[in-house]
Structure formats: structure tokens, C-alpha cells
């Protein structure tokens, strides 16, 4: 079950972030999260805004990510491609699991288009892991976005326009 993230959440939910990072790095991307991201204050702030959620089953939390149909500062400028539409969009942010369920994406996927079927998400040039997952769940590469409000790094922008 996906639900809203609660505060009394945060213990799992940042078990969770680890093991993400833990498995980035192990295929090649340890520079995307670092050691510390998403850091705890980014993850009470989007609690508080009711735009984190988790995947719960049998009272355990084994995935989490962040949603939201707003405007992506970072989705502004997109070098090398275009965006397949400027209508309202949900962002999908910080997809993280504890490696315990399969399709975890494919059921963030589902979710989020009972509220928008315009979606889009971004990932690191070395997280082939999560570009393979992105494309084979319906999202078409885009182009080039940049992190304005962290440190200017490239990511892999991608888009889902649905009907």
C-alpha cells in the first residue's frame, strides 16, 4: 500500500535511503546520493507537506519517494531535447527501496497516474538502474535538466504524457 509518509515514519524511511545508497554505489553510481542524501530535514520538510509517501506491506515501510504536481525549478531549461508538453505536470523524486519488491517503480508509476497523467522524473547519468526502470515504465528520455538549487549537475530528464 502507498500512503502519505508520517513523521513517526522517518527511522524506516531513512533505513530505507541507506540501503539505497548502499546499492547505487555497489552498481556504479556513488555520486549521485553521496553519503547523506536525501538529508534528514529535506525528508521532515516534504513529510510536513504531505508529498512524501511510502510503500508499506504487513506494517514494514520498504520504499519511499517523493511526489508532487507542481513546477520543477530544475525542469525549466532542458538542454539537448524538449519537452513533449508544458500542461501541469507531477514530479517524481527520490524513489528509493529497500531492494525487498519488485516493481516498486511500476506501482509509484500507477499511483501517481490516478492524479496526473502527465508525469515526469529525472535521474544521474550513472544510475543506469533507474534509467532502465524509467523507460521500461512508459517514460521517454527528454533531454538534459540541471540542479539549480544544489550544485548545477546534469541529470537525465524524462517525461510520461499520458491519455
Not at 521500461?136 to 538549487?149: A, E, H, P, Q, T
Request: charged residues 25%; proline residues 3%; contains cysteine.
Amino acid at each position: 500500500m502507498i500512503r502519505h509518509a508520517e513523521i513517526q515514519d522517518l527511522t524506516a524511511i531513512e533505513a530505507v535511503y541507506a540501503h539505497a545508497r548502499k546499492f547505487m554505489e555497489e552498481t556504479g553510481n556513488p555520486n549521485q546520493w553521496g553519503k547523506n542524501h536525501p538529508p534528514r530535514a529535506t525528508l521532515e520538510n516534504a513529510i510536513a507537506a504531505r508529498k512524501l509517501y511510502v510503500l508499506e506491506e504487513d506494517g514494514q515501510i520498504h520504499g519511499s519517494f517523493y511526489f508532487a504536481i507542481e513546477e520543477e525549478p530544475n525542469y525549466r531549461k532542458i538542454d539537448d531535447g524538449s519537452w513533449l508538453s508544458d500542461v501541469p505536470y507531477g514530479v517524481i523524486h527520490m524513489v528509493a527501496s529497500d531492494g525487498t519488491i519488485h516493481g516498486f517503480l511500476q506501482q509509484i508509476v500507477a499511483f501517481c497516474e490516478q492524479q496526473t497523467k502527465h508525469l515526469r522524473i529525472d535521474t544521474h547519468h550513472d544510475n543506469k538502474v533507474m534509467q532502465h526502470v524509467i523507460t521500461k515504465n512508459g517514460f521517454s528520455r527528454r533531454g538534459i535538466i540541471y540542479l539549480v538549487n544544489e550544485d548545477g549537475s546534469a541529470r537525465i530528464a524524462y517525461e510520461k504524457l499520458g491519455e
